[in-house]
């Protein structure tokens, strides 16, 4: 079997890549270990930065976002006692997030591929890349009946997210690591109950991290920050609802809604990036490629601007055979992973308890944190990252 472009991993990269390249003329087939219903219910990220749902209107797969998805203008930051507010309308007019589950756009890509014919091979294994470095690589796995498959194609993208096989493929010594562990972990929790509040509550209190999200008027996301190797056991929903009170009711007059737990799951956090993002004929685009405390709200988004990159990228080399934007695939990425980077890293310290006898480095996070929110152009800064920067321009 042969195709253009061999996508590895069904998630919001690999789904995204083989829409714009079929808009774009350009055949590909998407390789997934998981299931249908798997990929489609895995509960993840949900705020979408302006550039993201851009991109997703104008590959006409942004429509029941549209309608549902929730725009806001604005997030709280709720410490020592108060709320304060980051308005995005006066700090960054114009520029707004999204909150729409991530889950939700993955069933609309997928809805998109397959009404357009695309292919998508759910339920595969063994998943294997061969001669990355020639111009005829291929990839083989075994489908969901048992069969070996061998899809010969030009390109391989690596889409299939920070576990995957096509990152360890490279040759050792081609790629550098940068990475940073953090002391612990998130605990995600989805619950059906209407939210308490109209905008995210980013709350740091001397217990730990907090975060106050939604889905919809019905359903709300909570986020604990929790010790690194507690399980799910250590957490059950009686526990879950009163440390998500302790740590959000910190304000006069707010009382947090309580509801049945649809759905939990404990996150490590970590920061990694390879480079180059690229070997051979392999491009590595999303969590494959580098990984971000999700703090920041900028693991998708970040997957969606690298395959725009790469569409560009392929759309240019297949149509008139210039591989100069191929080869600059990685670095015209990178400049916008590393401001993730840092944008992640950095609202990551400044919201999470660290070492609880720290009290010098708790003293600094709480200075910043006064003065992001008093002073305009730090506020600004953190509104400006977090809407998203505007994407380079193309070619
Ligand atoms: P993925 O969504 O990981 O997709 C990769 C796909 O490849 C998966 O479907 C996987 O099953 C498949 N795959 C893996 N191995 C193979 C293989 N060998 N062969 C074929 N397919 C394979 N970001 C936030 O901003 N906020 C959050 O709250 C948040 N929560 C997260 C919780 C978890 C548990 C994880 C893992 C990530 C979370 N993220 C969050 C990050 C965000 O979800 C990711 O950045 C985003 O999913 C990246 O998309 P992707 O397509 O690159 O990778
Ligand atoms: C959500 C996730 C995040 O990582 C974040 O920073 C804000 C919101 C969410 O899932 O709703």
Redesign the pocket.
Known sequence: ERTQVAIVGAGPAGLLLSHLLHRRGIGSVVLEIRSREYVERRV????LEQGTVDTLMEAGVGERMAREGLPHHGIELRYGGRGHRIAFERLVPGRRIT?YGQQEVVKDLIAARLADGGRIDFEVSDVAVHDIDTDAPSVTYVDASGERVRLECDVIAGCDGFHGVTRPSIPEGVLTVYERDYPFAWL?VLARVRPSAEE?IYARTERGFA?H???SSEVS?F?LQVEPDEGLEAWPDERIWAELKTRLETVPGFTLETGPIMEKGITPMRSFVVEPMQYGRLYLAGDAAHIVP????KGLNLAVADVRVLTEALVAWFRTGSAELLEGYSRACLKRVWRAQHFSWWMTTLLHTFDSDDAYGRRLQLSYLDYVTSSEAAATTLAENYVGLPFEKGP
């Open positions: 993840r990220a949900g705020v909150v995600g995210l975060l999200s939604m889905r996301r986020y999700p703090t920041g709200a």
